[in-house]
């Protein structure tokens, strides 16, 4: 008989972007989950044309470094995936954990439009956290808040 505490129930989450800023994650989960460093290969990460946060797609030959959070229950899954909303698409991806050089089946959150004529370059997380971190904390304590209010539509 599995319980709500099997290992079943918990998943590890690649993360690549914003979510690779501890306090983001924290401030989304109300916790900061165990992580490992890891690599997608055959993926690009792109910046996206008035987007702060990027997209990952398959790319011979490419990789993308991030890491992998571990331990994450069926309800901060929902969080991340209302977080990350329509745009991507949560997929299982192999990772090769850079520390251990092991191969684990990880979520992914991978961009759902696949010929986006927005998509360019290669996103910077150093850049991303000098210029946009600030702001995008409060964004993501803002959805947080709201998230947090069942049943209440707009602002009070």
Known sequence: MA???SPQSLFNVF?????LADDV???????LPPSSPAILHNFHR??????VYPAILPVENKKV????LSGITVLELDILDKFEDVE????????????????LMVEA?????????????EWNFEEWEQLH????????????????????????
């Open 109 to 121: 959150y991978i961009w759902a439009d696949q010929s986006d004529p927005n998509l360019y370059g």
């Open 65 to 68: 470094n991030g890491k992998v």
């Open 46 to 51: 792109f910046s996206i044309k008035g987007r």
């Open 3 to 5: 319980s709500a505490s």
């Open 133 to 156: 971190k600030k702001s995008f904390l409060k964004m993501t304590m803002e959805f947080v808040e709201e998230l947090e209010q069942p049943n209440q539509s707009g602002s009070t």
């Open 15 to 19: 993360v690549y972007g914003s979510l």
């Open 25 to 31: 994650v924290r401030a989304l989960l109300k916790r």
């Open 88 to 103: 991507y698409e949560r997929r299982t991806v192999d990772v090769s954990l850079t520390d251990s050089s092991d191969t």
